[in-house]
């Protein structure tokens, strides 16, 4: 069981009294709500007035005042009770619910509450983001403005350096290529012969002849030995003779 004063702030308190709730039932739960202990029961309602004098409860449309009445059960778990003002038989003022969940008691609170406590929250978390973001914010008369991250440069610190491996060529390239080679294949076909019958063919290579070594040789030694003879001086042509008759 438990009681704190209700002018503090009733949507934030509750009460329960464990004794009740295995045998709450519609028909027993407004009894259960005018429980001295609980806070949210007011003295002075019509309901007090029908249960001292052991009357029933539709003696309740008979009277003016303030009453409590069961609004909506669903058994075993919610129950919902509405205080009202009754000014006639017909006519009554809603003041205020009372919800009931697993015996526990809470106010509901009303549209102005609702809106005010969003309103409130999201101005927490827009005060909150910008309060987070100016201590990141830095200024230097001579670069300016800049964001400096410290959670940031250590979770890159903790992470594992990974390379990335740098492929050799493209794909656009290695099809050019290997195309060029089919070209170059189909063109130059390479010979195979067979050295022994059974074993796997050996393509041929070609070597160029190697001159021998005895021309190689005289064609060394030729330019040595040949050297270029001097070139004669100009002689002037003979003088033509007279001729006698």
């Known amino acids: 069981m438990a009681s704190v004063d209700i002018r503090d702030n009733p949507l934030g308190i509750s009460w329960v009294d464990s ?3 295995p045998i709450l039932n519609p028909g027993n739960v407004l009894d259960y709500f005018s429980e001295r202990s609980n806070p949210f ?3 002075q309602c019509n309901n007090e007035l029908v249960k001292m004098q052991r009357l029933t409860l539709d003696h309740l449309n008979q009277m003016v005042g303030v009453e409590y009445i069961l609004l909506h059960a669903q058994e075993p778990i919610l129950y919902i009770i509405r ?3 009754r000014q006639s038989p017909a006519q009554v003022i809603p003041l205020s619910d009372y919800y009931i969940i ?5 106010q509901a609170p009303d549209l102005g509450s609702v809106i005010g406590s969003r309103v409130l929250s999201a101005v927490h978390g827009i005060q909150s983001a910008f309060d987070e973001a100016m201590s990141y914010c830095r200024y230097h008369p001579s670069k300016g403005y800049w964001w400096h991250f410290k959670d940031q440069e250590e979770r890159e ?3 594992p350096k990974s390379k990335k491996k740098e492929e050799p060529s ?5 099809q050019r290529v290997d195309a060029l080679l089919l070209d170059l294949r189909q063109k ?4 195979y012969y067979q050295p022994k019958p059974g074993e796997k ?9 190697e001159p021998p070594t005895e021309t190689v040789k005289q064609e060394e030694r030729e330019p040595a030995a040949k050297t270029p003879a001097p070139t004669p001086p100009n002689k002037a042509p003979p003088e033509k003779r007279a001729r006698l008759q």
């Open 102 to 106: 697993a015996g526990v008691v809470y």
């Open 157 to 159: 610190k903790a992470k």
């Open 83 to 85: 205080k009202q003002q």
């Open 170 to 174: 493209s794909l656009f390239q290695r």
């Open 201 to 209: 063919p050996i393509p041929e290579v070609k070597k160029e002849p």
């Open 19 to 21: 004794g009740w709730v």
């Open 41 to 43: 029961y007011d003295r």
């Open 188 to 191: 130059f076909p390479p010979i």
